[in-house]
Structures are given as structure tokens and as C-alpha cells.
């Protein structure tokens, strides 16, 4: 397919990080939320920040149970009535947890079960769910296809197996989980047990096992590269940048890549493409 000039497509960062993940990808007309991490109200409070409208979002999608996943999303699915994709023992794992926490059952009204590995339509984007090595029942990256743009998001995950790296390849947009500097963890505060969960296969992704990824397997092909889900405890924004472009500039990367940083704390600029 031809590419769009027509700087349709683009992805916002809401809100990235253990206290809440959130992100807005859109076509010239399809709107889809990644992960409700955050509460309804702020991600309709940062969605207008970034001049966005949440009532115009087509549908959410889901990539884990983690409650930095999922916190907004009975309310959202409630607010908007859009459809819900998620797979089915993410939702079954969701249900289970909201019961034990308010003794309801919550309902959806609008749930689609997606399964991993499986591309499937949500109006003019093609979205492709890929399994990710991470903690929960049935965790998942995405891969999202619109206009000639490939979009790739790979954040919770305890490393990047050969799958992934494939999943990854062509993307012209890459948001990629930056979580914690190896030495601020293990020096940090965390009892060892939640330490050894974050650096273990199914935890979540160091600077420098991202850096690795970029040094060795990396195709060069985004024009934006985003760090994502940094740990505030463990890693620092500036570490973090620095690892990352020292990895992209071993392979003479760093002029022809535009490096953001997701916060926790406000929304990025959307990216547009
Ligand atoms: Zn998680
Ligand atoms: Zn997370």
C-alpha cells in the first residue's frame, strides 16, 4: 500500500509507567485506545490536553490484567460503550479481579475476545496481537497497520525472544519498554523478591537489554522510537535516553531517529505521521 501523505496517522502517549499505562492510536478514521491504565477522568482529562476527543474513540484494547493496565476500564467501557478487545483469559483474569474487589461481577457490554498471534480489524487498522514473555495470564504486544504506517508496542516483558524482534521489524513507529537501570534495581529500595520479579524472563525489560535489542536487532526502519513504562524507582529519563542512544548510534542511528520519552505524569505531544 502507498503511504498517506496526508499526516493522518498518529499515535499519543497518555500516560506510561507502573502507576498507569495509556496510549491513543489513530487513522484518519478509527480511534483505538491501548490499555486503560489510568482513570476515566484522567484519560478524558489528558485526551482533551493533547485536543483529542474521547468520544470519538472506536474501541479498546487491552494487553494484560495488570492493574497499570486496566485501572480505568470499568469506567471507560461504562462512559463510552465501545467495544472491548481483549483475549479470553485476560478478560476471565480481569472479571475474577474485579470481583474479588467489589464482590460483582463486572459486565462488559461490548467484549471481544481476540487470540494471540491472530490479526484482526478495528475499522481502517490492522491489528496484530503477539505474545510477549511477561507475568500475566496471557500478555500481549501489538503490531497496528494503517495507511502504510506499521505501528509496534512491546512494553512489559521480561526480554525480547526472536518472535518479537520479528513482529517488530518495518515499524515506523516503536514503543518500546526502557523500565529500569540493572544497577538502580539492584542497589534500589525493592525487597528482593519484587526484584528478582522485574529482572526475571517474565518481568519487565532494562535499558540495557533494550539497548542490546537496538545495537544487535534493530532494522532502523522507525522514524520515532519511544521509551516506555520507565520505572520512577529504578531508572532515571536521562539514563535511560543516554542508553538508548548510545544503541542507536553504534549503528548510526541517532539522526534519522527521533527519540521520545513517555511520562508518567502528562501526555506526550502526539506523534504524527
Ligand atoms: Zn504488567
Ligand atoms: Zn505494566
Redesign the pocket.
Same mark, same amino acid.
Given at each position: 500500500m502507498l503511504r498517506n501523505k496526508g499526516m493522518s496517522v498518529s499515535v499519543s502517549m497518555l500516560a506510561s509507567g507502573?502507576r498507569g499505562?495509556c496510549a491513543v492510536v489513530s487513522s484518519a478514521s478509527t480511534k483505538i485506545l491501548v490499555d486503560a491504565g489510568i482513570s476515566g477522568r484522567e484519560t478524558f482529562r489528558r485526551m482533551k490536553a493533547i485536543g483529542d476527543d474521547p468520544h470519538t474513540l472506536s474501541a479498546i484494547l487491552i494487553t494484560h490484567e @495488570?492493574s /497499570? @493496565?486496566v485501572y480505568g476500564l470499568a469506567t471507560l467501557a461504562k462512559k463510552l460503550r465501545i467495544p472491548i478487545f481483549m483475549t479470553g483469559a485476560t478478560h476471565q483474569a480481569w472479571a475474577r479481579a474485579m470481583r474479588n474487589q467489589n464482590g460483582v461481577k463486572p459486565q462488559l457490554e461490548k467484549l471481544e475476545r481476540f487470540e494471540s498471534g491472530h490479526r484482526f480489524h478495528v475499522g481502517d487498522i490492522e491489528v496484530k496481537p503477539f505474545t510477549i514473555p511477561h507475568d500475566a495470564v496471557d500478555p500481549v504486544g501489538f503490531t497496528f497497520r494503517a495507511q502504510g504506517i506499521k505501528i509496534g508496542f512491546a512494553? /512489559?516483558l521480561g526480554y525480547i525472544p526472536v518472535s518479537v524482534r520479528d513482529h517488530l521489524r518495518g515499524c515506523d513507529v516503536l514503543v518500546m519498554e526502557s523500565n529500569h537501570d540493572v544497577e538502580m534495581l539492584r542497589v534500589g529500595p525493592y525487597p528482593w523478591s519484587v526484584k528478582q520479579r522485574v529482572m526475571s524472563r517474565v518481568g519487565h525489560l532494562s535499558n540495557l537489554a533494550l539497548a542490546d535489542f537496538f545495537s544487535n536487532d534493530y532494522d532502523n526502519s522507525a522514524t520515532f522510537v519511544v521509551l516506555a @513504562?520507565l520505572s520512577e524507582q529504578n531508572n532515571h529519563p536521562e539514563i535511560a535516553r543516554r542508553e538508548a542512544e548510545r544503541a542507536l548510534a553504534c549503528r548510526g542511528n541517532l539522526f534519522c531517529n527521533r527519540l521520545l520519552l513517555a511520562a508518567q505524569a502528562e501526555a506526550l505531544e502526539p506523534i504524527r505521521l
Open positions: 507502573s499505562n @495488570h /497499570d @493496565h512494553t /512489559d @513504562h
